[in-house]
């Protein structure tokens, strides 16, 4: 009899839901919680993205006259830019998440939303990025002319269209990958606590 009303104790112990605030303790941990990962997430791709074009203008100063008129050089410059910004954007939004106390519910299904669609605009940018870096490379060899470009062009269209269309499948599933390895993984365990909450 003591046996079956200790099991029985147990098995309510295990099946109450952790308070609120345990679970936004969770949340917000600032070493090890979900927002901690996707904030330093963020912030090595804001590093990374300002490193990049910056080591590339390094590279060239010496000639700054064809530093000034590289196309593909200042584009990828734009591009650079605008995943700063973007990556920022989310830095910040899960920054207001994680200094927030109590928040409601409702409230942080809604951020956590916005930072899914976030990803997928991200995903969505980033193969118009591709498109975009395609096209130039397909254009400006008619304005400028780079060595590297020329024996690009050299090679036949068919061939370069097959190597384009291999880029945009392998860009999708890195994209999807790297995605989920720095920030869906995150996500979801962040989704999971909000849907413990009560």
Known sequence: MELDDLKQTWNQNQSTKPLNTDIMELIQHK????????????????????????????????DL??????????????????VIIFSYYNYRLVNKMEGMDNLVKVNLEQQVNLLERSMKWKKTA????????????????????????????SVPAAIRYVVYAGLFVLQYFANTWVNERRYGRHLKY???LVKEMQ
Do not use: T
Not at 142 to 152: A, N
């Open 190 to 192: 962040l989704k999971e």
């Open 31 to 62: 070493s090890y919680g979900p927002l901690a990962a996707l904030k330093k997430a963020f912030r090595k791709q804001i590093v990374f993205m300002a490193i990049i074009p910056a080591y590339f203008i390094m590279l060239n100063v010496d």
């Open 65 to 82: 006259h064809a530093l000034s008129n590289n196309v593909i050089l200042w584009s990828y410059i734009a591009f650079c830019l605008g």
């Open 126 to 153: 980033l193969m118009a990025a591709l498109l975009f870096f395609i096209l130039l490379i397909e254009i400006v060899p008619y304005f400028q002319h780079y060595r590297m470009l020329d024996k690009w062009h």
